[in-house]
């Protein structure tokens, strides 16, 4: 659908849900079938999120887009540095995804969704060794046959972080609705190093995440996962009006 096409047509009930299923049907999955996903359908769900909002329409976003021979390369030397402690030590993240400090109720929901999944894979909680290779399954896209890089130019402020976040959730949506399913990464952002490098990105670009696309796996049981959310009630303040 064209742009044109696509502000021409009524929002309907029919729309409306389609929307809304895209949208609560999102997961970061874990473990992808092998299938390929062609190259024109990559560019289209990039192309539909590419509407997403930024300020000014500045349009903060560059993605890399991995498969095959580059995502092989790439997986291969990324995950060499993770297994290797020494090499691993030297490396860390450009920027703070997560807080230095952790407090309530933010911690418990981070431990709820990581013992969740570790239970769901037998792992323990003292099994240091299976944590350390579930973690690294990061670093081969979960076996995902798209692997997706996203820079942002250094010279860029705050706001067009947050509207990054709105093109990254436009891919995910639109993939969902294309029948195909994603993982957001942050765990790629501790090796920009050498995946900058590899990239051949600018040197004033930041690497902002990864992310994993293609079809999930259903005989996986990590897939079975589903994160839970709090209720309208619990976050939101309405003032005013009835």
């Known amino acids: 659908m064209d742009l044109n096409t696509a502000l021409s047509r009524p929002i309907t009930a029919l729309s409306t849900e389609s929307v809304d299923a895209a949208l609560m049907s999102r997961r970061s999955i874990r473990a992808f079938r092998p299938d390929p996903v062609p190259r024109e359908v990559v560019e289209d769900i990039l192309r539909v999120a590419a509407r997403a909002p930024s300020g000014t329409n500045t349009q903060p976003w560059t993605t890399w887009v991995l498969t095959e021979g580059p995502l092989k390369r790439m997986c291969d030397a990324v995950q060499a540095i993770h297994d290797d402690p020494a090499a691993a030590a030297e490396h860390q993240e450009e920027y703070a995804y997560y807080p230095v400090e952790w407090t309530s109720p933010f911690i418990e929901r981070r431990r709820k969704v990581g013992w969740d999944l570790y239970s769901l894979l037998g792992i323990g909680k003292t099994d240091k060794a299976r944590m350390h290779a579930q973690n690294g399954r990061n670093f081969r896209f979960f076996d995902a046959p798209v692997g997706l890089f996203f820079t942002i130019d250094r010279i860029l ?86």
């Not at 993939?175 to 040197?203: E, S, V, Y």
């Not at 309208?232 to 003032?239: L, S, Y």
Request: net charge negative.
């Open 157 to 242: 402020g705050q706001g067009s972080w947050l509207d990054y976040g709105m093109f990254l959730q436009n891919v995910m949506v639109a993939a969902r609705a294309r029948g195909l399913d994603t993982c957001p990464q942050a765990a790629w952002t501790r090796f920009h190093k050498p995946i900058l490098q590899q990239l051949g990105a600018p040197a004033q670009h930041m690497l902002v995440c990864g992310m994993a696309l293609g079809h999930a796996d259903p005989a996986a049981i990590e897939n079975s996962l589903v994160t839970e959310r709090c209720a309208v009630a619990e976050f939101t303040h309405f003032q005013g009006g009835a």
